[in-house]
């Protein structure tokens, strides 16, 4: 508590002002919060104080850490935890930095940024104070890292091996690098008789995107719950089109991109739309993937199910037969790499 106190006075977060007649001070609280995997990334330390704030906000003086004068009431220059515009001030201060350095940010992620010179790349994540950093170039990634200590209080956690629920792993000798997403194991599936949704982008051989969720209707034939999963992937395929094209690093992804389908009907009503008696009640918002299609964007093909990659993400199946599927997604079992 008191090594916050004495950041918020390091960093000028509030003046202590007499109480402005008709204006009730907001009251504050300690929360206290277990951080786990805190390890294996760059972590801004109160990130959110480097906010200035635009609008007149005052506080209550924080209860065992009062001034003389009691009756002075705080002033906010800077955002604070838990105030509802510390995340936006943040990000809209180091947003500001980043780019002061070379960095441009990417149009369709913005928490994703990119700075070049020749052949050397560096990319720099943002998630609310947490930054990841990556390249291709050590001494260019070290001159960032030197910036950002300057910058802002950073506490760097070294290689990254958490973030956002998924835990990487890493085998150098073996130039591989695996994602484990092991939580999402022990969710819930209440059956509700909604269709599942899944899909899955490779790159280079490799699974760059994919997804396995329970559609928001309920699809009363199969053809309509294959052509609301084939909208789903199209909105993806451009989504990473547009995304990875901007990183310039995968030339070939500004061709068209192929997305195959085993449900001949779906096919048939994304490529040729016809009044079908099982299709006339699919919502029009779906219909977006047919001109996805007309505009050259996007292919939609068949593919029988027993070569669908992303079958398993759609319905429970024996170990074996999963087996036969991983290959082709580009993943391997940890125990592989050791």
């Known amino acids: 508590m008191k090594s916050d106190m004495d950041s918020m006075s390091k960093n000028q977060v509030w003046d202590l002002v ?18 786990i995997g805190a390890d294996g990334k760059m972590d ?16 209550d003086q924080s209860k065992g850490f009062e001034s003389k004068d009691k009756s002075k009431v705080c002033k906010l220059m800077r955002s604070i935890y838990g105030l509802k515009h510390d995340s936006r001030s943040w990000n809209r201060h180091c947003n500001e930095a980043v780019k002061s350095f070379g960095f441009i940010k990417n149009e369709d992620e913005p928490c994703v940024y990119k ?11 943002l998630y609310v104070d947490d930054i990841l950093l990556m390249g291709n170039d050590v001494g260019m990634l070290s001159s960032v890292k030197v910036w950002l200590s300057n910058t802002f209080s950073i506490k760097d956690l070294g290689e990254a091996t958490y973030i956002l629920g998924i835990r990487i792993y890493r085998d150098r000798p073996k130039r591989l690098i695996g994602l484990s997403q092991a939580l999402y194991l022990d969710k819930s599936d209440v059956d509700d008789r909604k269709s ?3 899909y899955i982008f490779t790159c280079n051989g490799g699974a760059v995107s994919w997804k396995s969720s329970k559609q928001e209707t309920t699809a009363d034939s199969t053809t309509k719950a294959e052509y609301i999963a084939a909208f789903d992937a199209a909105k993806e395929a451009i989504w990473i089109r547009k995304f990875v094209t901007e990183l310039s690093v995968v030339p070939s992804i500004s061709s068209q991109v192929e997305l195959y389908c085993d449900n001949t009907g779906a096919i048939v009503q994304a490529k040729e739309p016809r009044s079908h008696q099982k299709s006339k009640r699919i919502e029009r918002r779906y219909h977006i993937i047919r001109e996805i299609i007309r505009r050259g964007d996007l292919a939609v093909q068949k593919v029988a199910s027993a070569d669908n990659v992303a079958d398993p ?10 087996e036969k599927y991983l290959e082709k997604m580009g993943l391997r079992y940890y125990t592989e790499w050791l």
């Open 313 to 322: 993400l759609k319905k429970a199946m024996m170990q074996h037969q999963l």
């Open 18 to 35: 007499d109480p402005p007649k008709g204006i009730v001070p907001i009251r504050n609280k300690w929360i206290f919060k277990r951080k």
């Open 115 to 125: 700075k070049a010179s020749g052949s050397m790349i560096a990319f720099l994540v």
């Open 196 to 198: 599942i949704s899944g």
């Open 44 to 59: 801004v330390k109160t990130a959110f104080l480097n906010g200035y704030i635009e609008e007149d906000i005052f506080m």
